[in-house]
């Protein structure tokens, strides 16, 4: 498999992640006013958890491909790329304030992930 191909998979499956994350934070709004099987079922089932469930498993399965073709030191690294995604998606999307000082630690690993792409 080509590098350019592989990356390409693990900023795909990164991507799904963090899609997931913020459909799990917008589905989440207001639930789990108490804590127990059922609730947890009637959760889990809500369009938007659902959804964030989807994209966690496409994630994952689109993963283990590019892992199966790649160094787990070389594709690892790559989901702290999620951090910066999240980040930027909770700004974007709901609304959150972003600090310098977390958006200079997002900086400092979107710098790791690239020393390492290219590694």
């Known amino acids: 498999m080509s590098l350019l191909l592989t990356v390409g998979l693990l900023?795909?499956?990164?991507?799904?992640?963090?899609?997931?994350?913020?459909?799990?934070?917008k589905g989440l709004k207001g639930k789990f006013k108490k804590v127990d099987?059922?609730?947890i079922i009637k959760?889990?089932?809500?369009p938007k958890i659902a959804g964030?469930?989807?994209c966690y498993f496409g994630s994952a399965?689109?993963?283990?491909?590019?892992?199966?073709?790649?160094?787990?030191s070389f594709a690892y690294p790559f989901f702290a790329?999620?951090?910066?995604?999240?980040?930027?998606?909770s700004w974007l999307i709901l609304k959150e304030k972003i600090s310098k000082v977390r958006l200079f630690g997002v900086a400092i690993i979107?710098?790791?992930v690239v020393l390492v792409g290219f590694s």
Do not use: N
Request: with cysteine; aromatic share 12%.
């Open 110 to 112: 979107i710098c790791g």
């Open 11 to 25: 900023l795909t499956s990164v991507t799904l992640g963090s899609v997931g994350q913020i459909l799990y934070k």
């Open 61 to 72: 399965v689109i993963y283990l491909y590019a892992l199966s073709r790649a160094q787990l």
């Open 81 to 89: 790329s999620g951090y910066a995604l999240v980040t930027f998606l």
């Open 43 to 46: 959760v889990f089932l809500t």
């Open 52 to 54: 964030g469930l989807v």
């Open 37 to 39: 099987v059922k609730e």
